[in-house]
C-alpha cells in the first residue's frame, strides 16, 4: 500500500512560563492511501497538535516543531516556505474542527466562505466558484444550496455548519482530510450523519485518506480501518481496528476499553477503571508516560522509555510488557503477570 | 428494587415566554416541557435521555426550583410532589424560602466542573456552604464533615484549603459531587455529571456516583445525552424528545426492545466499540 503520508520522529514543544510542555515527543505515523485512520488519546495526549503540525498551524510562539518530519508526496511539510504549505493546506491536505459554531466567520454568507477557498487557491471566474460552491454543498446534503448560499451561519445547525465546514475542506479534492472531533459538539443522531457523510464523501474521492482525531473509542469502532493510540505525547498502540478492540496490547488500550459502557450485550456491574489522572505535561515520566497508571508497572517502567515495537504483522505497542518483535527492552519478571487478560468482549 | 415514591412529577409543562418588538412585549413561548408525568423510587437512578433542546435539562432546573430565578416570567404548571418523611408536598408553587427546607434533601450536580464551582472560594468553602446555609453545625463541625465528604469522594483533607483551579476537570466534579452530598440529600439531580470528562475520568466518576448511591441510599435523576452511559447506570430510563416523554420503562427493556421510533432512531445512532457490529450495520 502506498503511504500517503509519513510523518518521522516529530516533536513539538511548547515553551511556556512553567516549562517545556513536550506536547508530541517523538511521533512516527504513516497514513496509507485510501486509509482512515483513528488517532485517540484522552486530553492533553497531543492528538490535536500533531494534526495542527501537519498543517503547520502551531502558534509559533510559544509552540515549536523541534524535530521530525513529515514526508507528502516526497516533500517534507516542515520545510516548506509559508506560500508553499499555504499551497497544500485545501489542496492537497485540509481540516475539519470541532466546534463548527467557531470556526465560520459569523460575518460572511457561507457562499463567500466557501467561495473564499476555491478563489484562494484556482484562477477561476466567480461564477465557476458559485457553480462549484453550489454543487458541494449540495453533494453535502445541504438542502436548497442556492438559497442557503446568501445566509450567513446563524442560520445553519450544528449539524448543518459542520456540513459546510466538510464542504469547505473537501471543495479541493484534497487527498488527506483531518478531521479533529468533528462530531464531539453534536448530538448522536446527527453525528451518525457526519461520520457517514465523511466516509461517502472519502468513498466518492478515489484514494483520499482521512485522519479521525478523537477520545470516542466507539466513533473510531465506527469509521476507522486503523487506529494510533497516543498518551503522553507518544505513540502506545498502533493496530488494525478490529485487533484493537478484540486484543489490544497496551494497559492502557485495555484501560480505554474498560472504561467505556456499552449500548448492547451484557451490562457490566462496575466499570473497570485506570486509576488517577493524565500526569501534568509539564512532569512527565521519565520512562514509559503511562507508568503511573498502569497496574502492570514493574522495575524498568519508571526509569526506561520503552521502545515502539512491531510486536506482531501491523501491530505496534511501546511497552516493556512485550519484548518480542524488536529487541527485547528487558528482561521479564516473574512476579509480573504476563499479560493483560485478554478482554472477554464476547458478550 | 423497592418501589417506593419519593418524587411524583405530574402533568409538568414548563413555558418560556419570547419577547420580542420595541416595547419587548411578549410575543410567543416557547413549550420547553409539554406535561410530562413520571416518579422517582427511593434508591433508583432513573435516566432522562434526550438529544440537546429536548427538556431534560429544564426538568432537572423545574425539580428543584430555580427555573423562577433563572429565566423572567417562565410559566410552569403541573405537581412535583415530594414525599418527605412526615408527608406530601408540592415543590412547584413554593417560594425561595419555602423551599428551603427540601434543598436540604434535594441536590443537584452540574456539567460543567469548570464553571460550577466559584473561582474564588476554596474547596473547604465551596463544600461547606451548604452545610453553613442549612444546619446550625460549628465551623470546626463543618470541617470534620467537609474533610470526611473529601474522603468520601476520592479527595483527602490536604485538598481543603485549594483552590478550583489546582484541581483537574475529575477531580473538580468530584469536589461538586461532594457539595451535592454535604447535606445528606436524598435525591441527586445530575445534569451530564461525565459528560465533560476524558473517558478514563468517566468511568472513575461513574463507579464513585454508584458506589456513594449504596452506601447513602440516594436516588438520582441522571440527565445525560450518552446512551451508554446511561444505561449503565440506569435502573429505569425516560426518552424525552421535543419536551415529551415518548418512552420510560426499565433500562434493559428500552435498550433491548426499545418500543417508540424515536428511542428505536436514537439507539441505532449510537456508536458502538465494536468493528464487527458497525460493518455489519454499515452493509446492511
Do not use: F, Q, Y
Given at each position: 500500500m502506498k503511504q500517503l503520508l509519513s510523518i518521522r520522529g516529530l516533536r513539538t514543544y511548547f515553551y511556556t512560563e512553567s516549562g517545556v510542555a513536550k506536547a508530541v515527543d517523538g511521533i512516527d505515523l504513516d497514513i496509507a492511501e485510501g486509509e482512515v485512520l483513528g488517532l485517540v488519546g484522552e486530553s492533553g495526549s497531543g492528538k490535536s497538535v500533531t494534526a495542527l503540525s501537519i498543517l503547520r498551524l502551531i502558534p509559533d510562539p510559544p509552540g515549536h516543531i523541534v524535530a521530525g518530519e513529515i514526508l507528502y508526496n516526497g516533500r517534507d511539510l516542515l520545510k516548506l516556505s509559508w506560500n508553499e504549505i499555504r499551497d497544500i493546506r485545501g489542496n492537497d491536505i485540509s481540516m475539519v474542527f470541532q466546534e463548527p459554531m467557531t470556526s465560520l466567520n459569523p460575518v460572511f454568507t457561507i457562499g463567500m466562505q466557501v467561495m473564499e477557498v476555491i478563489q484562494a487557491h484556482q484562477k477561476v471566474s466567480k461564477e465557476e466558484a458559485h457553480r462549484r460552491a453550489v454543487e458541494i454543498l449540495t453533494e453535502v446534503g445541504i438542502p436548497e444550496p442556492e438559497k442557503r448560499m446568501k445566509q450567513y451561519p446563524h442560520h445553519f445547525s450544528g449539524g448543518q455548519r459542520q456540513r459546510v465546514m466538510i464542504a469547505i475542506a473537501l471543495v479541493l479534492n484534497p487527498s488527506l482530510l483531518i478531521a479533529d472531533e468533528p462530531t464531539t459538539a453534536l448530538d448522536v443522531t446527527i453525528q451518525a450523519q457526519i461520520l457517514d457523510l465523511m466516509l461517502e464523501m472519502k468513498e466518492r474521492r478515489a484514494g483520499a485518506s482521512i485522519l479521525l482525531i478523537t477520545h470516542n473509542l466507539a466513533v473510531v469502532a465506527e469509521t476507522c480501518d486503523r487506529v494510533a493510540v497516543m498518551y503522553g505525547g507518544k505513540i502506545q498502540e498502533i493496530a488494525g481496528i478490529d485487533t484493537l478492540f478484540s486484543a489490544p496490547f497496551h494497559p492502557y488500550t485495555h484501560g480505554l476499553l474498560g472504561s467505556i459502557p456499552r449500548v448492547d450485550g451484557k451490562k457490566a456491574h462496575r466499570l473497570t477503571v485506570i486509576p488517577g489522572s493524565v500526569p501534568d505535561i509539564h512532569h512527565l515520566p521519565v520512562g514509559c508516560k503511562f507508568v503511573t497508571r498502569c497496574p502492570y508497572a514493574f522495575e524498568p517502567c519508571p526509569d526506561i522509555e520503552p521502545p515502539l515495537i512491531e510486536d506482531a504483522p501491523g501491530h505496534w505497542v511501546r511497552c516493556h510488557l512485550y519484548p518480542n518483535g524488536?529487541?527485547?527492552?528487558v528482561a521479564h519478571p516473574d512476579h509480573v503477570q504476563r499479560r493483560p487478560e485478554p478482554l472477554d468482549r464476547t458478550d | 428494587m423497592s418501589a417506593e415514591i419519593l418524587l411524583d412529577v405530574q402533568n409538568l409543562v414548563v413555558k418560556f415566554p419570547v419577547f420580542g418588538g420595541i416595547l419587548l412585549r411578549r410575543v410567543s413561548e416557547v413549550e420547553a416541557v409539554k406535561g410530562i408525568s413520571f416518579q422517582l423510587h427511593r434508591g433508583e437512578t432513573l435516566g432522562l435521555v434526550g438529544e440537546s433542546g429536548c427538556g431534560k435539562t429544564t426538568v432537572g432546573r423545574a425539580i428543584i426550583n430555580i427555573l423562577r430565578a433563572m429565566s423572567y416570567r417562565v410559566e410552569i404548571s403541573g405537581r412535583i410532589l415530594y414525599h418527605h418523611a412526615s408527608g406530601v408536598v408540592d415543590l412547584l408553587p413554593l417560594t425561595r424560602k419555602q423551599m428551603r427546607p427540601y434543598r436540604v434533601d434535594i441536590q443537584m450536580v452540574f456539567q460543567d466542573p469548570y464553571s460550577s464551582l466559584n473561582p474564588r472560594k476554596t474547596v473547604d468553602q465551596i463544600v461547606g456552604e451548604p452545610l453553613r446555609i442549612h444546619t446550625k453545625m460549628s465551623r470546626g463541625e463543618r470541617a470534620d464533615r467537609v474533610r470526611w465528604l473529601l474522603e468520601k469522594v476520592g479527595l483527602s483533607a490536604r485538598h481543603m484549603n485549594r483552590y478550583p483551579h489546582e484541581f483537574s476537570g475529575g477531580q473538580r466534579q468530584r469536589i461538586g459531587i461532594a457539595r451535592a452530598l454535604a447535606t445528606n440529600p436524598k435525591i441527586v439531580i445530575a445534569?451530564?455529571?461525565?459528560?465533560?470528562?476524558d473517558v478514563s475520568i468517566q468511568a472513575q466518576v461513574i463507579n464513585l456516583m454508584q458506589d456513594l448511591q449504596e452506601e447513602f441510599g440516594l436516588s438520582y435523576l441522571f440527565i445525560a445525552h450518552d446512551l451508554s452511559v446511561v444505561r449503565h447506570i440506569s435502573n429505569r430510563i425516560a426518552v424525552m424528545s421535543w419536551g415529551n416523554i415518548v418512552e420510560l420503562g426499565p433500562a434493559e427493556e428500552i435498550y433491548q426492545h426499545p418500543q417508540h421510533p424515536y428511542s428505536k432512531t436514537l439507539l441505532a445512532a449510537a456508536p458502538r466499540p465494536d468493528p464487527a457490529f458497525n460493518r455489519r450495520r454499515r452493509s446492511s
Open positions: 524488536g529487541t527485547p527492552a | 445534569d451530564e455529571p461525565v459528560s465533560a470528562l
